[in-house]
């Protein structure tokens, strides 16, 4: 039996493959193109990794074939493609569209081609679809499981970071509508993960570039900063390991606790000086090179935009989260490797 893995080229799903092929697991992912998926089977190059080409997910139809071809041998679905950068104007065509057609999509599939074959699904959404970005920024104001970010597609004066969050609340939204209303006719339970900004390194080193992806280009741009510089003291929002979101995935459709829930991936508050001082502390190579250390007077003086309170899904996964330094330090170590 098989787990399919959408967007499996991406951060977070190369660690979830990986993951999954540690725990042998047969892994069916898709790409976008020959060329990516050539590019990770020869990366993981592990028997137990096949690969399928899903070219947009924009397509309701997009996943119609690989259920065709694979009906039976699907047993679990991790749907982790969704677009995650903020370089458009069309936030419809780029973001909000393979959002929720490609959770849709998917789950329509499923109902067409296997629902008395798959038993469990896992989406990947996010914090942002918690999140009520018009709430007046507050310590305390505390987002749980049980939020909901109010913004849709019709929400105005958007900008393309309010667009993608605005993405991930509408694609979560259309899983839960479509599992409640097919519920009876479905064998699959349906669970969400929503991590908050995602930390850590690249599976591979050869995937580190000038640019990385969206989350941990953060750290990048810290890393970029000149002595001159100085890094913000504003609580920029919440953090977590890959390897802990790669985890939570796989307990999210092995475990029994976790199904129907949200799980909240959050180990705590950052701002730049916060990853600013772990990067100047811990690499000397970097100190006297980029912007230098300084109080982080917000974080200790709890002002914060928001707060989360997930003592639900850290009591259901019941493991501990990495910290924000290991995931700092490791995350800069490969870039440092890597630019040598
Ligand atoms: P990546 O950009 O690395 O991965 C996204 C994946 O989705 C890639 O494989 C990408 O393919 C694929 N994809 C995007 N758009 C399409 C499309 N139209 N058709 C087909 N495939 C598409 O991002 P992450 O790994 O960081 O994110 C993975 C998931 O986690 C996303 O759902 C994201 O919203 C969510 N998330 C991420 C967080 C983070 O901090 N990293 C925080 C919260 C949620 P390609 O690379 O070829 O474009």
Not at 168 to 188: G, P, R, T, V
Not at 286 to 302: E, F, H, M, R, S
Request: glycine share 4%.
């Amino acid at each position: 039996m098989s787990v399919l893995v959408t967007g499996a080229t991406g951060f977070i799903a190369q660690h979830i493959v990986d993951a999954l092929l540690k725990e042998n697991y047969n892994v069916i992912g898709t790409a976008r193109s020959q060329a990516k998926a050539d590019n990770l089977l020869a990366s993981f190059n592990s028997p137990n990794l096949s690969m399928e080409i899903v070219s947009d997910i924009s397509d309701l139809n997009a996943f119609d074939d690989i259920f065709k071809a694979h009906a039976n041998k699907i047993k679990y679905v991790l749907h982790t493609a969704s677009p995650f950068h903020f370089n458009t104007t069309d936030y419809s065509k780029d973001l909000f569209i393979p959002a929720k057609n490609g959770t849709l999509g998917i789950l329509q599939s499923i109902k067409k081609y296997a629902p008395q074959t798959v038993e469990r699904v896992v989406v990947t959404s996010s914090q942002a679809a918690t999140l009520d970005f018009t709430a007046p920024p507050s310590s305390k104001t505390v987002y749980t499981e049980k939020s909901w970010n109010p913004a849709n597609e019709e929400t105005k004066q958007m900008n393309a970071i309010m667009a993608y969050c605005t993405s991930k609340k509408i694609a979560e939204k259309a899983a839960w509508d479509f599992y409640n209303e097919n519920k009876s006719q479905l064998k699959f339970k349906l669970s969400i993960v929503n991590p908050v900004f995602v930390f850590g390194p690249q599976l591979f080193d050869s995937s580190v570039s000038a640019t990385l992806n969206t989350s941990c280009e953060v750290i990048n741009q810290v890393l970029k900063t000149t002595p001159k510089d100085q890094l913000k003291k504003d609580v920029m929002g919440e953090f977590i390991d890959v390897r802990d979101v790669a985890r939570a995935h796989l307990d999210a459709f092995t475990k029994e606790e976790t199904i129907e829930k949200r799980l909240l991936m959050n180990n705590g508050l950052f701002s730049e000086i916060t990853i600013g001082n772990i990067i100047n502390n811990d690499f000397p190579q970097y100190k006297g090179k980029i912007a230098p250390v300084a109080d982080d007077t917000d974080l200790q003086n709890d002002i914060a935009p928001y707060k989360c309170d997930n003592s639900v899904t850290k009591q259901i996964l019941g493991w501990e989260f990495t910290s924000l330094q290991k995931s700092v330090d490791d995350t800069v170590a490969q870039i440092l490797k890597m630019s040598k």
